[in-house]
C-alpha cells in the first residue's frame, strides 16, 4: 500500500469490513509469507460489492495470482449462476490458484487459463459485464482495447494499482525499471478518462482503482 493512502483511515475501514471466512485469512497469511502480490482485503470486499451490486454473471480476470480476488467475485457470482474466466501466466500461482478453487467448492464454475494475457485475452469472444485488470501494468494500455471491444454496454472495466505504489502520482520511482509502469499507467488513466466509450472515476482505496463504465 503506497504512502499516499492514508494508513490510519484504510485500517479503519478494513476494521470495519465483515468477518472473512478461515480460506481467505489462510490465503492472506500465505501471500504473506511468500510475498506474492493480491489485493486488500477492503478491495476484495469492493470487488465482491460491485458485483453483487452490478448483478454480474459474466466475469473476466486478467491476473489470478494465487485466486484471492476471484474468490472474492466468485461469492458475488456465483450464487445466481454466475461464471469466471481467470488468466494467469505465472504456473505455481496458477497451481495455487487450482487448489484453491478445489478447497473453495468452485473449481467447475472458474476457467482458470494458464498463459500469456497477451495472447489468450484476444481469442476470448465475451461478451463480459464485468473485467478486473490486474496484471503487468505496462501492459495495461495494451489490454484496453481489446477489455472494451468484449465489455458489454454498461459493463464495468476495473484497474487495480492505479497508482502503483504512489509512484504514478508523485513521479518517484523507486527502481529505474519502473520507470515505463509508471509512465504507461499514466496513459492509461488519461485515456480512460477522456474514451468516448468510458465513464471513469479513479479511487483512493488500496493502491488506487479505476473504475470505468462501457457506455
Given at each position: 500500500?503506497?504512502?499516499?493512502?492514508?494508513?490510519?483511515?484504510?485500517?479503519?475501514?478494513?476494521?470495519?469490513?465483515?468477518?472473512?471466512?478461515?480460506?481467505?485469512?489462510?490465503?492472506?497469511?500465505?501471500?504473506?509469507?511468500?510475498?506474492?502480490?493480491?489485493?486488500?482485503?477492503?478491495?476484495?470486499?469492493?470487488?465482491?460489492?460491485?458485483?453483487?451490486?452490478?448483478?454480474?454473471?459474466?466475469?473476466?480476470?486478467?491476473?489470478?495470482?494465487?485466486?484471492?480476488?476471484?474468490?472474492?467475485?466468485?461469492?458475488?457470482?456465483?450464487?445466481?449462476?454466475?461464471?469466471?474466466?481467470?488468466?494467469?501466466?505465472?504456473?505455481?500461482?496458477?497451481?495455487?490458484?487450482?487448489?484453491?478453487?478445489?478447497?473453495?467448492?468452485?473449481?467447475?464454475?472458474?476457467?482458470?487459463?494458464?498463459?500469456?494475457?497477451?495472447?489468450?485475452?484476444?481469442?476470448?469472444?465475451?461478451?463480459?459485464?464485468?473485467?478486473?485488470?490486474?496484471?503487468?501494468?505496462?501492459?495495461?494500455?495494451?489490454?484496453?482495447s481489446k477489455c472494451i471491444d468484449i465489455l458489454e454496454p454498461g459493463g464495468l472495466?476495473?484497474?487495480?494499482?492505479?497508482?502503483?505504489?504512489?509512484?504514478?502520482?508523485?513521479?518517484?520511482?523507486?527502481?529505474?525499471?519502473?520507470?515505463?509502469?509508471?509512465?504507461?499507467?499514466?496513459?492509461?488513466?488519461?485515456?480512460?478518462?477522456?474514451?468516448?466509450?468510458?465513464?471513469?472515476?479513479?479511487?483512493?482505496?488500496?493502491?488506487?482503482?479505476?473504475?470505468?463504465?462501457?457506455?
Amino acid at each position: 500500500m503506497s504512502d499516499i493512502i492514508n494508513h490510519e483511515v484504510m485500517d479503519y475501514i478494513r476494521n470495519l469490513l465483515p468477518p472473512r471466512d478461515e480460506l481467505f485469512l489462510e490465503m492472506e497469511r500465505e501471500a504473506k509469507e511468500k510475498i506474492i502480490p493480491i489485493v486488500e482485503p477492503e478491495i476484495g470486499h469492493f470487488l465482491y460489492w460491485l458485483a453483487k451490486t452490478k448483478g454480474s454473471s459474466r466475469v473476466l480476470e486478467i491476473g489470478t495470482a494465487m485466486g484471492y480476488s476471484t474468490l472474492w467475485l466468485a461469492k458475488a457470482v456465483m450464487p445466481q449462476g454466475g461464471k469466471i474466466t481467470t488468466i494467469e501466466i505465472n504456473r505455481p500461482r496458477y497451481e495455487m490458484a487450482s487448489k484453491y478453487f478445489s478447497r473453495a467448492g468452485v473449481e467447475k464454475e472458474i476457467n482458470l487459463v494458464f498463459g500469456d494475457a497477451r495472447e489468450i485475452l484476444f481469442d476470448l469472444p465475451g461478451p463480459y459485464d464485468f473485467i478486473f485488470l490486474d496484471a503487468a501494468k505496462g501492459k495495461y494500455v495494451e489490454f484496453l482495447s481489446k477489455c472494451i471491444d468484449i465489455l458489454e454496454p454498461g459493463g464495468l472495466l476495473i484497474a487495480e494499482d492505479v497508482f502503483m505504489r504512489g509512484m504514478v502520482i508523485t513521479g518517484d520511482i523507486d527502481k529505474r525499471r519502473n520507470k515505463t509502469a509508471m509512465l504507461r499507467l499514466r496513459d492509461y488513466l488519461k485515456i480512460v478518462s477522456s474514451h468516448p466509450q468510458l465513464n471513469t472515476v479513479v479511487i483512493p482505496i488500496g493502491d488506487g482503482l479505476a473504475i470505468s463504465t462501457k457506455t
